[in-house]
């Protein structure tokens, strides 16, 4: 089936390729483009210099925009904030119908939206973060997220298993990367360059193997190994080099990572990963096959020095699990749970004519 869309942008970016240090804007940015693609009507509330396949309604101007080094250096009542409230709920109040759905992926932050059109279905899509959540309908970018929210005493706390809390992964256009077999000599790290991205890991790994470094994404960290290039946020031309050249791509985090999409991104170049082995790098990350997973130094050390046994044929099939159609029929299926609850109907409703149940399922590679 097809429904009307209501999708909120982030407040302190603008939704286009020009802001893909945020993870969260480019997630409204392609499910935009999936919604677009499935026939569905979606109208976009965001800032002026946004650039969406849709109808967009203007909610801040540019000159409310953050500085991509520090987009994360925000508050949720700051002036910004408050813009974007506002105009964004004058704006749904004058194109929505019933039924629509309202789509929040900012969390916290977009919750007075929500609070301000509560006869809409609320999803909250795409969640990567361990707090904030209000919607009945929740989607979470990872099994190691929903059960770190859902948490160990369940029974206790009332948080027993919700058919409307789900898991559906993050979703990537394979026409935005370059898949290669030969790769160059260097390892790569790309995201922000903080500690909880495990980026001194990978810098003591690069140093003690006496191995190039190209570290790219927001922030600055000091090295002592001349080896390490620091090239600062990558644009989409760079970020696709990078990641189709590299040996590897390390992501030794040292949190939970609720996604990490750049391992799939390096997957879709053909490049093996090297990562930590908790968070969402246990469901995407296949061990010694489309990389390796590390506990200890010493198993990042020969990761590193066998990272030819993984093949970049195997690592591109994995990562079509995650394209933007594929993951389409994922959220199709979402959708119509959602609506069959607001109509009504519910859990016990059945599904006449339903030709499969393939929703959940992923293709091994090869």
């Not at 995407?284 to 096959?289: A, E």
């Not at 099939?317 to 029929?329: E, G, L, P, Q």
Request: charge should be negative; include cysteine; glycine fraction near 10%.
């Amino acid at each position: 089936m097809t429904y009307r869309f209501h999708v909120l942008g982030i407040p302190h970016t603008a939704t286009n390729q020009d802001w893909l240090c945020c993870a969260f804007t480019q997630k409204v940015l392609k499910l935009v483009s999936m919604l677009v693609d499935g026939g569905h009507h979606v109208v976009h509330y965001g800032n002026e210099a946004s650039a969406v396949p849709c109808q967009h309604v203007s909610v801040t101007e540019a000159g409310d925009l953050g500085e991509p080094e520090s987009y994360l250096s925000f508050d949720l009542n700051d002036r910004t904030s408050r813009l974007f409230a506002t105009a964004a709920i004058a704006g749904i109040e004058r194109y929505k119908r019933p039924g629509d759905f309202l789509l929040c992926m900012w969390g916290a932050g977009h919750r007075r939206v929500a609070d301000a059109h509560s006869d809409l279905i609320i999803v909250e899509p795409g969640i990567g973060y361990a707090s904030g959540h209000f919607a009945q309908f929740k989607v979470f970018e990872s099994y190691a997220m929903l059960h770190a929210y859902k948490g160990t005493t369940a029974v206790a706390r009332g948080n027993t298993m919700n058919a409307y809390e789900v898991v559906i992964p993050n979703y990537f256009n394979p026409g935005d990367f370059e898949y290669l077999k030969a790769k160059g000599d260097y390892l790569l790290c790309l995201g922000r360059v903080e500690e909880g991205k495990g980026v001194h890991v990978a810098a003591e790994i690069a140093k003690r193997l006496a191995l190039q470094l190209v570290i790219a994404g927001p922030g600055r960290m000091e090295f002592d190994y001349p080896g390490i290039e620091q090239v600062g946020i990558a644009d989409i031309e760079k970020r696709r080099r990078l990641l189709a050249n590299a040996r590897a791509l390390l992501a030794p985090s040292t949190y939970l990572e609720p996604f990490c999409g750049v391992v799939t991104e390096a997957h879709m170049s053909g490049t093996p990963t090297i990562t930590s082995d908790w968070g969402a790098f246990a469901e995407n990350n296949i061990h010694g096959v489309t990389g390796f997973r590390c506990r200890t130094f010493d198993h990042y050390l020969w990761a590193v020095r066998n990272i030819d046994l993984i093949k970049p044929q195997a690592c591109r099939d994995w990562a079509m699990n995650f394209t933007m159609s594929r993951v389409a029929t994922m959220y199709d299926e979402f959708w119509d749970m959602a609506a069959s609850v607001a109509a009504g109907r519910g859990w016990y409703e059945e599904q006449s004519g339903r030709p499969n149940l393939n929703w959940l399922k992923r293709s091994a590679p090869g």
